[in-house]
Nanobody, 114 residues
Framework: VQLQASGGGLVQAGGSLRLSCTASRTIHSSNVMGWYRQTPGNQRELVASLRSGRDGNYGDSVRGRFTISRDNAKNTVYLQMNSLKPEDTAVYYC?????????WGQGTQVTVSS
């Protein structure tokens, strides 16, 4: 499974971005897809995850500002990021859990200026 992430960029604090991550093949709706983020010198932090038919699971620092969604027909997971803060600056990685294996996208940089 290959995952292609897009949508990162530079935005001012308070702004919004939407990240997309498309899988190279069908990801069953029961498989979890989601996003982590990482800053230099730190471990990856869970941002959000989603299994179709269930509510999204969010990290404490983004709950209420970010929304994860999926379009299973397009094999794509989205991350809508609103009210962005400078501390949201990171490389964002999408992932998919398929058959006991975690697949990762290449990462997309999000930079929030103050």
């Amino acid at each position: 499974v290959q995952l292609q992430a897009s949508g990162g960029g530079l935005v001012q604090a308070g702004g919004s971005l939407r990240l997309s991550c498309t899988a190279s093949r069908t990801i069953h709706s029961s498989n979890v897809m989601g996003w982590y983020r990482q800053t230099p010198g730190n471990q990856r932090e869970l941002v959000a995850s989603l299994r179709s038919g269930r509510d999204g699971n969010y990290g404490d620092s983004v709950r209420g500002r970010f929304t994860i969604s999926r379009d299973n027909a397009k094999n794509t997971v989205y991350l809508q990021m609103n009210s962005l803060k400078p501390e949201d600056t990171a490389v964002y990685y999408c992932y998919a859990n398929v058959d006991w294996t975690t697949y990762w996208g290449q990462g997309t940089q999000v930079t929030v200026s103050s």
